[in-house]
């Protein structure tokens, strides 16, 4: 599976927001923002972070996409 921080970039705009705002809004390092700029994991505490200083819920900054069959 990947994941997707569309939404998250879409609810940035909508608040008027920046990468840099988010970053210290948050308190996630440059590393991190990299990260979510390139649509790579990233740990819950971060995910958690952000919804509660946006006020949302964590469907409202990403999601997850089925990339074909997986092998267990």
Do not use: H
């Given at each position: 599976?990947?994941?997707?921080?569309?939404?998250l970039?879409?609810?940035m705009?909508?608040?008027?927001?920046?990468?840099?705002?988010?970053?210290?809004?948050?308190?996630?390092?440059?590393?991190?923002?990299?990260?979510?700029?390139?649509?790579?994991?990233?740990?819950?505490?971060?995910?958690?972070?952000?919804?509660?200083?946006?006020?949302?819920?964590?469907?409202?900054?990403?999601?997850?996409?089925k990339?074909?069959?997986?092998?267990?």
């Open positions: 599976m990947n994941v997707s921080y569309n939404k970039w879409k609810l705009i909508d608040k008027n927001m920046n990468k840099g705002d988010l970053r210290k809004l948050a308190g996630i390092g440059t590393n991190t923002l990299a990260k979510l700029s390139k649509n790579q994991p990233v740990s819950m505490e971060v995910l958690l972070k952000m919804c509660e200083k946006l006020d949302c819920d964590i469907s409202d900054i990403c999601e997850f996409i990339t074909g069959e997986e092998t267990i």
